[in-house]
Nanobody, 115 residues
């Protein structure tokens, strides 16, 4: 079955960097869009970034120029490099794919930006 497993979250000071990873299995990874979402306490889940099979990318306006999504099709892994982190980036970050038409989520990884 489809599995998405995130890692790489943690506590970082403002201005710092983190790299999130999402290991995918159970589907033809290279053929599907992969996305990162985030959800802060009391807020709706929002789309942060998407990468297509051909590596075309889209970003939430507030992270453009700071975050970079990438994929390694040989390793079935998608990454989110986050630089110049701000307190407002604090959230649980989720990996998302939709190979089955029903939507598949990882368990999430917490990112906390605080001094």
């Amino acid at each position: 079955q489809v599995q998405l497993v995130e890692s790489g979250g943690g506590l970082v000071q403002p201005g710092g960097s983190l790299r999130l990873s999402c290991a995918a299995s159970g589907f033809a990874f290279s053929r599907f869009d992969m996305s990162w979402y985030r959800q802060a306490p009391g807020k709706r889940r929002e789309l942060v970034a998407t990468i297509s099979p051909g590596a075309y990318t889209n970003y939430l306006d507030s992270v453009k120029g700071r975050f970079t999504i990438s994929r390694d099709n040989a390793e079935n892994t998608v990454y989110l490099q986050m630089n110049s982190l701000k307190p407002e980036d604090t959230a649980v970050y989720f990996c998302y794919a939709n190979p089955t038409g029903r939507g598949n989520w990882g368990q999430g990884t917490q990112v906390t930006v605080s001094s």
